[in-house]
């Protein structure tokens, strides 16, 4: 079976930076998706990492190290609409369809 | 980037009736449609996965004859909530995605809100 653990909230100061991390038990591996949701909304897509180490785009950066089932999303220059959740995903073993993790409530505080 | 809407973005109805959720990708052909429910604070949970022409895949416990799937076309999936009941309020979220190679990104629509009185 598949599995996604992620921290369930966090708080962090405007401008600073935050570290979300998310494991992953998986018996096959096609990549870690990390999407970003405001409250009443849909997910957004932030990063896709197929292979081992850090992609940046812009303020968002996303780590993988697959020998250790790990993912990271950085936000730098934390902005109050930061304040969302973050969901951790995996493609399931056949690669179809998408597992989500419960996803991490990031609140960012003046 | 490739868009995906939904319809309607809220509904309330009352309990016993059906409610038809539409989904389209507006730019883009969609070999995959998936649609998800999420209950407050609550993450997203996969409820089926649909193919256009053929049957949705439900995910274990979702009823499927309660939650009728149809993807008539490649740019429209529909879910029909049968006899709902309030439990049945949420936020209702379709994706679509290209092909069905691993590791396509999802795009999702804006959500349908439903409450059932």
């Known amino acids: 079976g598949q599995n996604i653990d992620q921290p369930t909230e966090m708080t962090a100061t405007e401008g600073a930076i935050v570290q979300i991390n998310c494991t992953y038990q998986?018996?096959?591996?096609?990549?870690l998706f990390w999407y970003q949701q405001h409250a009443g909304e849909a997910p957004t897509f932030l990063s896709y990492?197929?292979?081992?180490g850090l992609e940046e785009k812009g303020r968002f950066s996303s780590f993988l190290s697959r020998s250790k089932g790990y993912s990271y999303l950085l936000l730098k220059e934390l902005q109050m609409k930061d304040s969302a959740s973050y969901l951790c995903?995996?493609?399931?073993?056949?690669?179809?369809?998408?597992?989500f993790g419960a996803g991490t409530r990031l609140f960012v505080k003046a | 980037g490739a868009v995906v809407s939904q319809h309607p973005s809220w509904v309330i109805c009352k309990s016993g009736t059906s409610v038809k959720i539409e989904c389209r990708s507006l730019?883009?052909?969609?070999?995959?449609m998936f649609w998800y429910r999420q209950f407050p604070k609550q993450s997203l949970m996969l409820m089926a996965t649909?193919?256009?022409?053929?049957?949705?895949?439900?995910e274990q416990g979702v009823e499927k004859d309660k939650f009728l799937i149809n993807h008539a076309s490649l740019t429209l999936s529909t879910l029909t909530v049968t006899s709902a009941h309030p439990e049945d309020s949420s936020f209702y979220i379709c994706?679509?995605?290209?092909?069905?190679?691993?590791?396509?990104?999802?795009?999702f629509g804006p959500g349908t809100r439903l409450t059932v009185l």
């Open positions: 994706s679509a995605s290209f092909g069905t190679a691993s590791g396509h990104e999802q795009f």
């Open positions: 998986t018996s096959g591996f096609n990549g």
């Open positions: 649909s193919n256009e022409g053929s049957k949705a895949t439900y």
């Open positions: 730019d883009f052909q969609a070999t995959t």
């Open positions: 995903a995996v493609p399931n073993t056949g690669g179809f369809k998408t597992i």
């Open positions: 990492n197929v292979l081992d």
